[in-house]
T-cell receptor, first 111, second 115 residues
Framework: GEDVEQSLFLSVREGDSSVINCTYT??????LYWYKQEPGAGLQLLTY?????DMKQDQRLTVLLNKKDKHLSLRIADTQTGDSAIYFC???????????FGRGTSLIVHP | EAGVAQSPRYKIIEKRQSVAFWCNPI?????LYWYQQILGQGPKLLIQ????????DSQLPKDRFSAERLKGVDSTLKIQPAKLEDSAVYLC?????????????FGPGTRLTVT
């Protein structure tokens, strides 16, 4: 199976919270990331979390890490139409830090 | 500061032709990466440079792909000859150094279509 798995689509109403989930298989993952990709653009690093952390908050973004279940989530509060994009979960091991990406979750925000 | 620049943005070629992509990283960034992103998938690393030396090219199909970063700044990625399965977006990224590979800055990518 894939090293990093995430659901392909999520549709939310503007103003609601979005929660994008991800699972990974590598227990030696050191960093876990969330990237955003808008149409026709490259990837933008939104946030990352060290594996010894449970939670990280940055303005409207909250990342939760359950290391036991190898589960990572990204919560976007007060989702706006500008948040519509593909969100990639990724993990890397210490040493190389090269991220292994999931297939991406397409977030659609409708009025 | 200026971001990672890539050109061309789009390229259409026939199979068996050759193509080259160019990348200019963020000024001062020592580490440069090339990724291949096939439609519907996440990016996969092709090659990583530290200054003008190759750190990791284990995933680069060396029979047809080559890359160089001669002066430790700009980089080119070449495919010769191209196959249909090479159709993808080729992303260039940079980071201040290898130890900062967790913080990579991506360019807009070059979308290659091989017909």
């Amino acid at each position: 199976g894939e090293d990093v798995e995430q659901s392909l689509f999520l549709s939310v109403r503007e103003g609601d919270s979005s929660v994008i989930n991800c699972t990974y298989t590598d227990s030696s993952s050191t960093y876990l990331y969330w990237y955003k990709q808008e149409p026709g653009a490259g990837l933008q690093l939104l946030t990352y979390i060290f594996s010894n952390m449970d939670m990280k908050q940055d303005q409207r973004l909250t990342v939760l890490l359950n290391k036991k279940d190898k589960h990572l989530s990204l919560r976007i509060a007060d989702t706006q139409t500008g948040d519509s994009a593909i969100y990639f979960c990724a993990e890397s091991e210490g040493g190389s830090y090269i991220p292994t990406f999931g297939r991406g979750t397409s977030l659609i925000v409708h009025p | 500061e200026a971001g990672v620049a890539q050109s061309p943005r789009y390229k259409i070629i026939e199979k068996r032709q050759s193509v080259a992509f160019w990348c200019n990283p963020i000024s001062g960034h020592a580490t440069l990466y090339w990724y291949q992103q096939i439609l519907g998938q996440g990016p996969k690393l092709l090659i990583q440079f530290q200054n003008n030396g190759v750190v990791d090219d284990s995933q680069l199909p060396k029979d047809r792909f080559s890359a160089e970063r001669l002066k430790g700044v700009d980089s080119t990625l070449k495919i010769q000859p191209a196959k249909l399965e090479d159709s993808a977006v080729y992303l260039c990224a940079s980071s201040p150094g290898q130890e900062f590979s967790y913080e990579q800055y991506f360019g807009p990518g070059t979308r290659l279509t091989v017909t």
